[in-house]
T-cell receptor, first 115, second 116 residues
Framework: AQKVTQAQTEISVVEKEDVTLDCVYE???????LFWYKQPPSGELVFLIR??????QNEISGRYSWNFQKSTSSFNFTITASQVVDSAVYFC????????????FGQGTELSVKP | KAGVTQTPRYLIKTRGQQVTLSCSPI?????VSWYQQTPGQGLQFLFE???????NKGNFPGRFSGRQFSNSRSEMNVSTLELGDSALYLC???????????????FGPGTRLTVL
């Protein structure tokens, strides 16, 4: 069975601090995909990044960076110099090749960035 | 390009009633998936439709059903509503079957269903 664990339920930081959101996944499939989504108070899930299981390169996009390590089954997300607009719930998700469009989500991490 | 749209945005029903929610995917997208989000259970997969066929189904009772039309628009139906069905129902679209290609899914704003 597949599972995604986001152990941090809530994180509170002050603006301009760096923050890392942890994500640990479980699957026996060799082909799988990992995602991060942001859910602001409006409720809509906003796609941030996708990684496939064969691409362990880390990625940086502006203030966002992602660290994918198959050895530890982790796909962590770092926000550098956080801003108030980063306040949201962040979800890590997993899909495997033989299960169609099913995304398995973690429980989410609520990030609060205070001015 | 317009995003995923869901109607209605808010709905209040009473126990025992049935409800139909609608989802219009991004133009050109053929895959539509539905998710239920509750504070207790989080985000849970309901089903996926691709080319008018249900391709995958989550662990929900038969009261939850859906369909997809030839224009890729999708509806989901919940019959005999229970209090526990109160949730945010999210629809997502993708240009192809996510599981076979790992394509990202783009989500709509959701329908907030309250069952009294």
């Amino acid at each position: 069975a597949q599972k995604v664990t986001q152990a941090q339920t809530e994180i509170s930081v002050v603006e301009k601090e760096d923050v890392t959101l942890d994500c640990v996944y479980e699957t026996r499939d060799t082909t799988y995909y990992l995602f991060w989504y942001k859910q602001p108070p409006s409720g809509e899930l906003v796609f941030l990044i996708r990684r496939n299981s064969f691409d362990e390169q880390n990625e940086i996009s502006g203030r966002y960076s992602w660290n994918f390590q198959k050895s530890t089954s982790s796909f962590n997300f770092t926000i550098t110099a956080s801003q108030v607009v980063d306040s949201a719930v962040y979800f890590c998700a997993l899909s495997v090749r033989n299960q169609g469009g099913k995304l398995i989500f973690g429980q989410g991490t609520e990030l609060s960035v205070k001015p | 390009k317009a995003g995923v749209t869901q109607t209605p945005r808010y709905l209040i029903k009473t126990r025992g009633q049935q409800v139909t929610l609608s989802c219009s995917p991004i133009s050109g997208h053929r895959s539509v998936s539905w998710y239920q989000q509750t504070p207790g259970q989080g985000l849970q997969f309901l089903f996926e439709y691709f080319s008018e066929t249900q391709r995958n189904k989550g662990n929900f009772p038969g009261r939850f059903s859906g369909r997809q039309f030839s224009n890729s628009r999708s509806e989901m139906n919940v019959s005999t509503l229970e209090l526990g069905d109160s949730a945010l129902y999210l629809c997502a679209s993708s240009p192809y079957r996510t599981g076979t290609s790992g394509g990202e899914q783009f989500f709509g704003p959701g329908t907030r269903l309250t069952v009294l």
